[in-house]
């Protein structure tokens, strides 16, 4: 019996790196996955290449819309009936050109900022994965992987909370 058995995990950033390491740890502890990368063919063959340890899911996925994470979350509740976990995951990193700030181009960093900071803004204002609880009370009640991130978020948006929370 896994820990995580019975229970869905979103994964984004899931087509390689971390993203595909947090997918695999969730299937072999028992959890349904939907792997999430704006990376559609690449997310495919990941999670064809993990279907032997679980039942995943792939889903091409620009953390950036909107429109996009609610289909996101859509299907994955239509194929596994709920959502429990979000690993807010998908970031310009490893392939994060390695340049000074004065000779990056803009249009180039204004994707790195939209991917890294409101790619995940934009999961959480689209409630994907967070509790109702969670939204009410705040980081104290949040048991997602992201818990770090969450409480980040939460405080520098809406100041901190009444309820004492160590990160």
Known sequence: MGFFDGKVAIVTGAARGLGYDYARFFLQDGARVVMADIQGD?????????????EVLAV????TSPASATNMAELAVKAFGRIDILVNNAAIWG?????SLLEIDPGYWDAVLDVNLKGAQCLLSQQIGVEP??????PASCRR??????????TYLYGSFSTPVSA
């Open 42 to 54: 690449a997310v495919e063959e990941s999670a064809h290449a993990l279907q032997s340890s679980g």
């Open 60 to 63: 091409s996925v620009d953390v």
């Open 95 to 99: 392939d994060l050109q390695k340049i």
């Open 133 to 138: 609880a969670y939204l009410q009370s705040g």
């Open 145 to 154: 992987w992201d818990y770090l991130q969450c409480h980040r978020s939460w």
